[in-house]
């Protein structure tokens, strides 16, 4: 290098530092020939990757490398895509993150390569990278469902075709199976969800591979973890099907109970307890109380013996069943103590959803009786405030409805004994059951009514076709009490 040229050099490196004081610089290289030899230069697949479209790079790629299956996943795959990103349906496109995306890729086309050169022997390693796939993508559920919708159902299609061959590659089958039906619990498909989950139980049984892959010998089994999952969703869907299809509800509780007991029953005392609880339940619904309380009978011993925190609700449930079931027995004494252990047990450990139905279904009871009318009432009263809280606009409503009926069965006897002594006997109970249902304030028009009533002899049956006048508000202060000519003996 000629001085003139070394000077330039040091000329412009100075330069450079003069105007960019505050930033550390490594030593700039200006020699081409350097620079050039530092450059990586991209291979053909690199550069169509770049260059784009990249599904369209791939799907050439993998046809050059030897797949015929997986192109045509990629290019269904890519219609979607762009159908969806078009639409505005998604913002986040899969084909942007080519990390994420090429790291399926190469999974993918390694399952399939691995089945092409080595038939069944490949099935092992072609499934258990089908699994690792399903896994990489599954963080990513929210911001790419649609590619992990058709990630799954192709690969639980290959699953399907290979039945019966799948010795060699079970246990990655049956991983993929769980997986998959973990998804569909997810998106709220159980009934599908509780058919993949038996299909991974048939495949798990006898086998001792640990719960997930890595875990140390003695772990929890994979076996172990399908069953008590597919336990619970029975319990789910017996609750979702029970008021509908109450036997089918009653099966389901009885398949979750053999479950646990295969995986054994001491181990998981807590689900085995609940499968008993919920047939109890389910048997209730259908009036059987005969079985149900067989059923409690049956888990009474454990239950009780049971002292752990986690075992708290199924104590609850316990109680809130047996009481349920001494009351249909006419052992009203027995129900009452059941209910209040369950109740006593609900707010020492703030379960208010439960002490809100035991206290309605304490309110009953004491409805029953006249002198513990108000102690009912407190008990509606407060069952709708729990259920203000939770927002629980239905059962709210039905609290509101007891204490309404509790109500009126309090003034019934005065009301009928004051119809039976009328001598207008059927325009009276018009006016009882438009006070009933609170459809408009007659009180206050009671001797228009009697007029009205005078002059035309089916005046009641014609009126109560109207339409109500609307929320009037209705002052009782200034009612004419001379209105009100009853008899003697009406009251």
Not at 164 to 189: D, F, K, M, P
Not at 327 to 338: G, P
Request: net charge positive.
């Amino acid at each position: 290098m000629s001085i003139q040229r070394q000077n330039e050099v040091v000329r412009i490196k100075r330069q450079v530092k003069r105007n960019l004081p505050h930033r550390n610089f490594r030593e700039i290289n200006f020699d081409r020939k350097s620079i050039r030899e530092g450059i990586t230069s991209l291979t053909y697949d690199e550069a169509r990757r770049i260059k784009g479209p990249v599904f369209e790079a791939l799907e050439d790629e993998l046809r050059r490398a030897g797949c015929t299956m997986l192109p045509d996943f990629l290019h269904c795959l890519a219609t979607k895509e762009q159908a969806l990103f078009e639409s505005l349906n998604i913002r986040e496109r899969l084909s942007d993150d080519s990390e994420l995306l090429y790291g399926m890729v190469h999974r993918l086309r390694d399952a399939e390569l691995a089945v092409c050169l080595n038939k069944h022997r490949g099935l092992k390693q072609c499934f258990a990278l089908f699994f690792e796939t399903m896994q990489l993508l599954e963080p990513y559920r929210q911001k790419y469902a649609y590619a992990l919708v058709a990630l799954n159902e192709h690969i639980i299609s290959l699953c399907h075709k290979i039945e019966g061959q799948e010795r060699e590659a079970a246990e990655s089958i049956s991983r993929i199976y769980y997986s998959y039906a973990s998804y569909l619990v997810n998106t709220g498909q159980r009934t599908q969800a509780i058919n993949y989950l038996q299909i991974a139980m048939d495949l798990v049984r006898g086998h001792v591979w640990t719960a997930e892959i890595g875990m140390p010998a003695g772990s929890l089994t994979l076996h172990e973890l399908v069953a008590q999952n597919l336990a619970r969703q029975l319990l789910i869907q017996g609750k979702a099907i029970v008021r509908q299809h109450p036997e089918d509800a009653v099966a389901m509780a009885r398949r979750a109970t053999v479950l646990i007991a295969e995986i054994g029953r001491e181990k998981n005392m807590e689900i085995f307890c609940d499968t008993f609880l919920e047939r109890a339940y389910f048997l209730m619904e259908i009036g059987n109380y005969n079985s149900a309380q067989q059923c409690l009978d049956q888990i009474r011993t454990q239950i009780l013996a049971c002292t752990e925190y986690r075992f708290v609700k199924l104590n609850i449930k316990y109680y809130l069943f047996q009481g349920q079931c001494s009351e249909i027995f006419d052992h009203v004494d027995k129900a009452i103590s059941c209910y209040k252990r369950a109740l006593r047990l609900s707010r020492l450990y703030t379960h208010r959803d439960l002490e809100a139905e035991i206290l309605l279904h304490l309110g009953k009871i004491f409805a029953k009786d006249t002198q513990m009318t108000s102690i009912a009432k407190k008990c509606y009263e407060h069952a709708k405030r729990i259920y203000v809280d939770f927002n629980d606009q239905h059962r709210r409503k039905m609290a509101n409805y007891l204490q309404a009926k509790l109500m009126a069965d309090e003034i019934t006897p005065l009301y009928m004994a004051m119809l039976k002594s009328s001598t207008t006997r059927y325009c009276a109970f018009f006016n009882l059951r438009q006070w009933k249902n609170r459809c408009r304030p007659f009180w206050k028009r009671l001797g228009d009514e009697i007029i009205k009533q005078e002059s035309d002899s089916i005046y009641c049956l014609l009126d109560e076709e109207k339409e109500d006048p609307g929320h009037e508000v209705a002052l009782y202060d200034d009612v004419d009490l001379k209105t009100f000519k009853l008899a003697e003996g009406d009251i």
